[in-house]
């Protein structure tokens, strides 16, 4: 009997997806829809489970400088030459989640935000010694990766520090390799939703807004950015003073092929209702 290939359930890492055996939807359509459709800052606005984080993983493995290429034979994007040739490997790659800033309190998710941003710095520890850099740069990147002198392994920056570090580490990395910087922010919101309901939103929406002001707008070393979250209040709020954020639409192309082809190898069909249903699109997108 031939072996199932296994189901990625709860997996949002694709190198381990594309080497272990997991069946995948190959969604590296996205790619090409993202550099035709050209806009400097990318939001996606969708229901949860919906693959938004995979996808974001899958973007950093083809953009990332030192990328495998071998991770996208067979799929999509490969059959693009022209596109692998001109953007894969090609790029210094930051990448964040926000899923994990939710704490009861501001003093708390501050204190996670640092840990998120400290340890997507640390991966760049090279920048201590880069030759390009100077060496008031290189104290920039130690403040970004430094630990409390209590050797509990958090994160000292201070909170201007903070405010600037995505800014900062993606001038440090253009700087380094010669080369702008993607940005990828994976559920933005999640920070904000928590503290809506945990009554210090203010302070969040403040702490949001000069973050990704300084890394989304202002920023000459920004290739572009792709930001994930379930909320559309962005538009009206954290991202209002931005000069345009391009709300990219996937939907439709995962309706009319990743989910039809997941039915077919046995998924319960009332999931996708649902997902069709949560999307908002009518009972005729059902195939």
Known sequence: MKDKVKLPIGIENFEKIRTEGFYYVDKTGLIR??????GEVNLFARPRRFGKSLNMNMLRCFFECG??????????????????????????????TLKGVSAMDFLGAKAMLRTVIGNEAMRFLFLKESPRLSEDEKESYRQLAALD?????????????????????????????????????DEYDVPLDKARHCGYYDEMVTLIRNLFGTALKTNDSLQFAVLTGCLRIAKESIFKAMAQIDDMGYVSSLLEDGMERILKY?????????????????PSAMV
């Open 266 to 282: 046995g998924i319960a069909c009332h999931k996708k209702k649902c997902m069709v249903q949560v999307a908002g699109f009518p």
């Open 149 to 185: 002198s209590a050797g509990r392994q958090k994160f000292s920056m201070s909170d201007d520090m903070l405010a600037d570090s995505l800014y900062t580490l993606s001038k440090l990395l253009r700087k380094h390799y010669g080369q702008k910087v993607i940005l990828l922010i």
């Open 67 to 96: 990328c495998r290429s071998e991770l996208f034979e067979g799929l999509e994007i490969s059959r693009a030459t022209d596109y692998c040739e001109k953007y894969m490997g090609r790029f210094p790659v930051i990448s964040i």
């Open 33 to 38: 829809e993202l550099l035709d459709n050209w």
